[in-house]
């Protein structure tokens, strides 16, 4: 049996980094992006701010809470919290939940990281000029047609040679750097890539807003047409909030548990939230000023990045400097994300199986980097596989978006709702009143977002996520 060492960040600036990296990741860059273009911008925007800041937010204040309460993997720190209130430990089940939701995510979240890694080749290939031909990263985008760019895309899905050597790559750096423990890996990852990653954001922002239509985009994403306001928008966006903030899948409870007694929670949790939604909202304003540019469809789906943008950079000044900066950018933000989802599951194994941090880290990671090698051959020789095809909302899905599906209409809401329900209902008032740091109106507020708003709230997202047809659109 190995001793278990507690672990800890070294200052509140590192947790604060790593709770960013954890929150930051391909849903702010790839998916809000996204979602915003093809729900009709502002409104979208508007109903997304909302949600972050009544169900969001202190979601993740709760999350956090829990870790730091008990100072170990979710599962454990919800069974902790559960007996110092003396309710069932049966409420547990959310971090056993979200612990499961974190595996699941990175099994897919790699495959699509791969594919930001494959871009990073080609741009550097096309900025340092034609490799040799025969290369996969040669062909510079410079010299391909308008036509043939976006297929580059639909090449690499039927490549499963360049797929899954990307998805084993991102899969390798993840468990390498998780394997080195808190202070001497993730900490040492999140202080190093979170400031480079902040300022390629602001670069590439400013350069769109310089050479593309600035203007254009702001007032895409901030003058809120109400006619595209539906049903399904406000479930996306709430969808679309919990998934950024990396609510309900076990990382902010695991990564909770490393923080210093004397940290005061409310304020760094406004900091996570705060950021994350910062980040959403400047990709944006970095993504779509290129777009407009080029004339491209703003609702062009989850192509957007991946098809639609090298398009852009194509006829930009400096344009293959900036398309290989662009994906350095995204590939660092998704790093930092995949840290806190296997650490989510590693903390977990060290403690159930006793067993060390490096045995940990190469066994859950292997694990998932199998199930990921089924989402990328998803994408080609095994796209007819329908998992869970006896199951109407995913007869049509192959592995990856079934997994992507299930995690984000079920597993995600339920942790999400389990954890707030216990927390505005079921722990003991002062201990979690304490944990706060809140007092006064804001703590009132907190304690009727957390019994009320998000219960409520989140149990929609679940509904008709589940029967889709109930929605009116
Ligand atoms: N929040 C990450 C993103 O926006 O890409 C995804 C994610 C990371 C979800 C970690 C859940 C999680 F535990």
């Known amino acids: 049996m190995v001793a278990v060492k507690q672990e800890g960040w070294s200052s509140r600036t590192a947790f604060i980094l790593a709770a960013v990296g954890a ?5 702010n860059i790839w998916r809000f992006p996204t979602l915003a273009g093809e729900n009709g911008g502002g409104a979208f925007v508007l109903i997304y701010i909302a949600c972050v800041v009544l169900i969001g937010l202190p979601l993740v204040l709760s ?27 049966g409420w547990a089940a959310f971090g056993g939940i979200g612990i499961s939701a974190a595996f699941l995510i990175l099994t897919f979240y790699s495959v699509v990281a791969g594919w930001v890694l494959y871009y990073v080749g080609v741009f550097i290939g096309d900025f340092f ?4 031909s025969g290369n996969p990263f040669a062909g510079a985008l410079l010299n391909e047609t308008k036509e043939e760019i976006p297929q580059r895309m639909d090449n690499l899905f039927t490549n499963n040679t360049i797929l ?32 480079i990653f902040f300022v390629l954001l602001v670069c590439i922002t400013i350069y769109g807003a310089f050479v593309g239509e600035f203007a254009k985009a702001i007032t895409f994403l901030f003058t809120p047409d ?57 990709a944006g304003l970095m993504i779509f000023p290129i777009v407009f540019s080029a004339g491209l469809d703003v609702a062009a789906g989850p192509t957007l990045v991946f098809k639609s943008l090298p398009i852009a950079f194509q006829s930009m000044p400096a344009g293959s400097f900036i398309g290989m900066l662009f994906f350095v950018l ?49 994408l080609n020789i095994w796209s007819e596989y329908k998992i869970l ?45 304490d944990q706060t740091s809140l007092s006064g109106g804001k703590l009132v507020f907190y304690r009727f977002l957390t019994a009320w708003v998000s219960p409520i709230a989140v149990s929609l997202i679940l509904i008709f996520g589940l029967f889709p047809d109930l929605l009116p659109n």
């Open 23 to 27: 929150a930051v990741g391909l849903g």
């Open 63 to 89: 999350e956090v809470l829990i870790g730091r309460n008990g100072r170990t993997d979710a599962y454990h720190s919800a069974k902790k919290l559960a007996s110092d209130s003396n309710v069932s430990k």
């Open 129 to 132: 000029g034609n490799l040799t």
């Open 164 to 195: 899954l050597s990307m998805h084993t790559i991102f899969m390798f750096l993840t468990i390498a750097i998780v394997a080195r423990g808190v202070t001497d890996g993730i900490e040492k990852a999140a202080t190093y890539l979170m400031p």
């Open 389 to 433: 095809g006896f199951w109407n909302i995913f007869a049509e899905t192959n592995i990856m978006d079934t997994i992507d599906g299930f995690v984000g209409k079920i597993l995600l809401p339920v942790a999400a709702l389990l954890t707030t329900i216990f927390i505005g209902w079921k722990a003991d008032k002062k201990l979690v009143d």
């Open 330 to 378: 995204i590939f660092f933000a998704a790093l930092t994300s995949s840290i806190s989802l296997l650490e989510a599951v590693v903390a977990w194994a060290i403690k159930k199986f006793q067993c060390s941090r490096a045995i940990a880290a190469w066994g859950v990671g292997g694990l998932i980097f199998l199930v990921g090698v089924a989402c990328a051959l998803s």
């Open 226 to 282: 109400f006619s595209k306001l539906s049903a399904s928008v406000v479930n996306e966006a709430l969808g679309q909030a919990l998934f950024s903030m990396s609510v309900g899948s076990a990382a902010l409870i695991t990564y909770g548990a490393y923080v210093p007694k004397e940290t005061k929670l409310a304020p760094t949790a406004g900091m996570i939230a705060f950021a994350d939604t910062g980040v959403a909202i400047i």
